[in-house]
């Protein structure tokens, strides 16, 4: 079954905004980034990421880090109804996540990626990785995210077809799925899916789905849109989300973000060079 997943988004993608979206056709959502270390650690603020206040179908996104940690927290890991795995965060372009070898510096390391995904199947727990084209446009040309790929087996990969240099002005480059699908893995793609022509686009280059962040900001229900669904109005879905939002006592910030996006035209700039 091709699949529409709603992109993970810091002080966005709460249990609320994603049971808004799971409403509206997204088949599968994902918390907003977790540090490994927090989790293992216990740390409150961010164990609250990834708290799942329902059966929502939900991944954990987590940055990984050192392989102990992931263990530890794995070891008390307990999961809930609507627990669909986890989700490596192998895309964060921010220089000082990337100077301890961690987000999109992951692309490269193969060998440790592996031992990541070894370490979540031990515990029989499906396991993705969320992947940029590799950091910089020289890494892109020599195609880590391709010894990835071919090198790494899990469950399946989301490709944000851009490097950890380029910023959303910059087009993704959709020309690489084809090979990336080649590969024969399974492979959803990333980067400015909002429209049945971009959708068009990459479902014919063999993508198993489409993964959609700030165009489900902008609109919460474009999964049922790009299905051919009916949809509400934008102030039925700004309601749906409140009340929503209110059950899950979702903080002040997640709500100001979600409710100043929804029915927005254009993404406003300080959305720009987010992972
Ligand atoms: C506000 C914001 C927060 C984000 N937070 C995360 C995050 O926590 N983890 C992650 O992997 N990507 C994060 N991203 C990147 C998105 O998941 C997605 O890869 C990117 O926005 C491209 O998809 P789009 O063009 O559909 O928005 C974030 C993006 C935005 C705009």
Redesign the pocket.
């Known amino acids: 079954m091709f699949r529409f997943m709603l992109?993970?988004?810091?002080?966005?993608t709460d249990s609320a905004f994603r049971r808004l979206c799971f409403n509206h056709g997204a088949d599968l959502t994902f918390t907003?980034?977790a540090k490994i270390d927090g989790l293992a650690r216990n740390n409150k603020p961010t164990v609250n990421k990834t708290l799942r206040l329902d059966n929502t179908p939900t991944q954990i996104?987590i940055l990984p880090g050192k392989d102990e940690m992931l263990e530890k927290y794995l070891k008390s890991f307990k999961p809930s109804e609507g627990f669909m795995g986890f989700n490596f965060?192998f895309?964060?372009p921010a220089p000082e996540v990337q100077r301890v070898g961690r987000g999109c510096a992951m692309v490269k390391r193969v060998t440790k990626a592996n031992r990541l995904i070894n370490i979540v199947r031990k515990y029989n727990y499906p396991v993705s990785l969320?992947i940029r084209l590799g950091a910089s446009a020289f890494e892109k040309k020599v195609k880590v995210y391709m010894n990835l790929i071919n090198g790494s087996d899990p469950d399946f990969f989301i490709v944000?077809a851009r490097t950890g240099e380029e910023t959303?002005e910059d087009k993704p480059d959709y020309s690489v799925f084809e090979e990336c699908v080649a590969s024969g893995k399974e492979i959803i793609a990333?980067?400015?899916?909002e429209t049945p022509k971009a959708l068009h686009e990459v479902k014919k280059m063999g993508v198993k789905g489409v993964?959609?962040?700030?165009?489900a900001c902008r609109n919460p229900a474009i999964f049922d849109l790009l299905k051919g669904k009916a949809i509400p109005s934008f102030d039925e879905l700004k309601r749906e989300y409140s009340a929503l939002a209110e059950k899950y006592n979702s903080t002040p910030r997640h709500k100001k973000n979600v409710l100043i996006r929804i029915g927005q035209k254009f993404a406003p700039s300080y959305?720009e060079n987010?992972?």
Do not use: T
């Open positions: 992109a993970p988004m810091e002080e966005h907003e980034m996104q965060n895309g964060c969320k944000h959303y990333n980067g400015d899916i993964m959609i962040g700030r165009g959305l987010k992972m």
